[in-house]
């Protein structure tokens, strides 16, 4: 099948728009020392009915509302979001390599569990009937809610504190080996709520429907609770030490021919393995990430390359759907939004507070880390693409949870960076976290690319 000169053309110039208003906005946003990921959503967000369909309606429909340019867009949005979770993956692996013990495991019990029991208990109290989506499964909505409550963003987070110049201190590795505890429980979760609203046993494909296992059954959730902490396990099991078995293996053709086509197919092949056992796909891409991190030779080169063509391009053009795709003006309740934001934040810092107090933070240290911890970013955005794709929640509630995890992470960042600013530490007994307004910098680089993995690593110069 090909397409005709007007399909091309169409596809191809709402492609250039696309990634001209991400990238450009995204770089005025790391200027203005704001996550990178906030400007490439308002650049999809202007191109959408927020703004270009509301001021010239018959343009925004000759660019994107045409059958090829909405399908083009879709598969460079599916795309752009499992590398986005390969990307993630290579990230946690050297996050999980080191931790802070007490604290981590303090923080993220109260700073879980109290956020995700406050969200069910809301569910439970408010009515939140106009925000189900298609699907209409209450259970698999009030465990979306109740994630979006509970979660933390490892990309934007880490993302912030190396513009802020603080990745190797002792407040980054806490904050972010909380974060990778609070994601697993997260992705197990949504996995869950994934297979309560598409019952594998209504399809012929994977083996949950060979199987004959309902999906809205206890023994579903069961099978999906242990397949998925399964699924999570490989890496544990196999550690980063199996692509380079599988790369020296004798006839690996593919691997000699191109180190990089290798490893998009070892996404690909986790991926739609995934999808086969009744794990959503992006969770095969993230054991991907994870599998193929903290490599030092070819395939540790070819995993930086497939990191920067990705957030070169399929990364930003998925932000920027995910931004095209709102309607503040159709589909935006800003009062509910205000409460839900100041419910959110209010429960998650509480939480995150006492936990930290609890295992002997000060109080100024402990109210930075839960500042921190408030950052939803792209986990918080993945979530909200991932439930609304399923039906899970409407277009509304879509919106919302996208602007609680672009403005969390604006206060999250702009919170830090003021305490540096004023030459206070984040935490009283690190010294490398009081640098003033000198230690400062914008990064260009966005979220997740390093040269190597150095999330928790001593900085040597820039981080």
């Not at 867009?73 to 080191?98: D, F, K, T, V």
């Not at 980054?172 to 429980?185: C, G, K, N, P, T």
């Not at 397949?227 to 999570?232: K, R, S, V």
Request: with cysteine; net charge positive.
């Amino acid at each position: 099948m090909s397409l005709s000169n007007s399909e091309i053309t169409h596809l191809l110039l709402a492609f250039v728009l696309l990634l001209i208003a991400a990238h450009s906005l995204g770089q005025l946003f790391v200027h203005l020392r704001q996550p990178r990921v906030a400007g490439e959503i308002l650049g999809g967000l202007l191109l959408g009915p927020t703004l270009l369909g509301l001021l010239l309606p018959e343009w925004h429909a000759t660019v994107f509302a045409g059958a090829t340019t909405k399908t083009g867009l879709a598969i460079a949005y599916e795309l752009g979001l499992l590398l986005l979770m390969y990307c993630s993956g290579a990230q946690l692996r050297s996050i999980i390599a080191r931790g802070e013990g007490k604290a981590t495991v303090g923080i993220a019990a109260l700073g879980n569990v109290v956020p995700f029991l406050a969200g069910l208990a809301f569910v439970a109290l408010y009515d939140t009937g106009r925000f189900l989506g298609p699907a209409r499964n209450r259970s698999s909505f009030a465990l979306v809610f109740a994630l979006a409550m509970a979660i933390t963003s490892i990309p934007v987070i880490s993302r912030i504190m190396a513009d802020l110049g603080i990745l190797g201190t002792r407040f980054a590795r806490i904050v972010l080996s909380v974060a990778v505890l609070e994601d697993v429980l997260v992705y197990v979760v949504l996995n869950v709520a994934l297979a309560l609203v598409v019952p594998p046993s209504t399809t012929t494909f994977g083996l949950p429907g060979m199987l004959g296992i309902d999906g809205a059954g206890v023994i579903a959730n069961g099978y999906y609770v242990v397949l998925t902490l399964t699924f999570f396990a490989l890496p544990a099991k196999f550690g980063p030490g199996l692509v380079q078995r599988l790369s020296n293996m004798p006839g690996n053709v593919l691997y000699r021919s191109s180190p990089i086509a290798f490893q998009l197919t070892m996404v690909l092949g986790l991926s739609g393995l995934a999808a086969f056992l009744g794990v959503s796909p992006i969770f095969g891409a993230l054991v991907a990430g994870i599998l193929a991190a903290d490599l030092h030779d070819d395939v540790e080169r070819a995993r930086q390359t497939i990191q920067s063509y990705s957030y070169a391009f399929f990364i930003p053009l998925y932000f920027a759907v995910v931004g095209l795709r709102l309607d503040l003006v159709r589909h935006f309740e800003p009062l509910f939004f205000a409460f839900f934001l100041l419910f959110a934040c209010s429960v998650k810092s509480v939480s995150c507070y006492a936990g930290a107090r609890m295992t002997g933070e000060t109080r100024a240290g402990a109210r930075n880390l839960a500042v921190a911890l408030n950052a939803r970013g792209g986990p918080g955005i993945v979530l909200a693409s991932v439930a609304f794709d399923a039906r899970i929640i409407d277009e509304g509630f879509y919106t919302v949870l996208i602007m609680l995890a672009l403005v969390t992470s604006v206060l999250a960042g702009s919170w830090l960076e003021a305490i540096l600013r004023r030459g206070g530490g984040l935490l009283t007994d690190d010294a490398q976290s009081r640098v003033g307004s000198a230690g400062l910098r914008a990064a260009d680089e966005p979220p997740a690319i390093q040269p190597r993995p150095v999330v928790l690593r001593e900085p040597r110069g820039k981080p």
